[in-house]
C-alpha cells in the first residue's frame, strides 16, 4: 500500500524516486499516474 500512496499523491516524486523501466500493475487505480508518465516521456531525449 505505501507504493500505491506515493504514487497517489506525488506521482512525479515516485517517477524521480524510481528511475525506468518499472513495471506497473493495476494502473487503472491511479488514472491520473499516466498524465505524469507521458510528461516524463515528453521531457526525455531517449526515443
Do not use: H, T
Not at 7 to 24: G, M, Q, R, T, Y
Not at 30 to 37: D, E, G, H, K, M
Amino acid at each position: 500500500m505505501l507504493l500505491y500512496q506515493s504514487v497517489v499523491e506525488d506521482p512525479a516524486l515516485f517517477l524521480k524516486a524510481n528511475k525506468s523501466p518499472i513495471i506497473i500493475d493495476e494502473i487503472q487505480y491511479a488514472p491520473n499516474f499516466l498524465r505524469y508518465i507521458k510528461i516524463e516521456v515528453d521531457n526525455s531525449k531517449k526515443r
